[in-house]
T-cell receptor, first 112, second 111 residues
Framework: ETGVTQSPTHLIKTRGQQVTLRCSSQ?????VSWYQQALGQGPQFIFQ???????GRGNFPPRFSGLQFPNYSSELNVNALELDDSALYLC???????????FGPGTRLTVL | EDQVTQSPEALRLQEGESSSLNCSYT??????LFWYRQDPGKGPEFLFT???AGEEKEKERLKATLTKKESFLHITAPKPEDSATYLC????????????FGQGTRLTINP
């Protein structure tokens, strides 16, 4: 059974640029959630996708957007990057919205 | 608004010295309380789910318990490989599907 995978591992961008992060969910899971984790803090919920539809959103501005594909993989897009967007971005998959969420290794984004 | 507070922020123990980590929460209708372990620079690793007060779960040297206001993660005779940050999260009925995390407890076990 393949776990949650994310790409890339690390990314360096400059302020104002756009970035796309990718996630492949665990086999059999149809729900993907994205979280942002600043250094020394717990993860903060960005949004969740269930069967290609957004299924809930946290307190993040519209420049954070996402997609889920028919194979349940997902993308997180961030436009107009700001310095405060520097963080570890985590993807988690689950069987359904209310089941345990299993996390990928994360993508470390640095905005200069 | 759902909230989670973990204490202490950091804990340093000697190998074999048992202790407990605390997770206090407020939530409108608890769907589940989750414990995760996170190693530096990596994603959280799922440990336990607790659903109702009085429930307990065990895995190796770890035991999680739940009351209506808090959860404890008891670690018995820890080893250096238990060193990690332990995260607590709740999923409430009003917050739908999201997990609300505490800031974590950074645990260090000295040999």
């Amino acid at each position: 059974e393949t776990g949650v995978t994310q790409s890339p591992t690390h990314l360096i961008k400059t302020r104002g640029q756009q970035v796309t992060l990718r996630c492949s969910s665990q086999s059999g899971h149809n729900t993907v959630s994205w979280y942002q984790q600043a250094l020394g803090q717990g993860p903060q919920f960005i949004f969740q996708y269930y069967r290609e539809e957004e299924n809930g959103r946290g307190n993040f501005p519209p420049r954070f957007s996402g997609l889920q594909f028919p194979n349940y993989s997902s993308e997180l897009n961030v436009n107009a990057l700001e310095l405060d967007d520097s963080a570890l971005y985590l993807c988690a998959s689950s069987l359904r919205a209310y089941n345990e969420q299993f996390f990928g290794p994360g993508t470390r984004l640095t905005v200069l | 608004e759902d909230q989670v507070t973990q204490s202490p922020e950091a804990l340093r123990l000697q190998e074999g010295e048992s202790s407990s980590l605390n997770c206090s929460y407020t939530v409108s209708g608890l769907r589940g309380l989750f414990w995760y372990r996170q190693d530096p620079g990596k994603g959280p690793e799922f440990l336990f789910t607790l659903y109702s007060a009085g429930e307990e779960k065990e895995k190796e040297r770890l035991k999680a318990t739940l009351t209506k206001k808090e959860s404890f993660l008891h670690i018995t005779a820890p080893k250096p490989e238990d060193s990690a940050t332990y995260l607590c999260a709740v999923q409430g009925e009003s917050g739908a599907q999201k997990l609300v995390f505490g800031q974590g407890t950074r645990l260090t076990i000295n040999p």
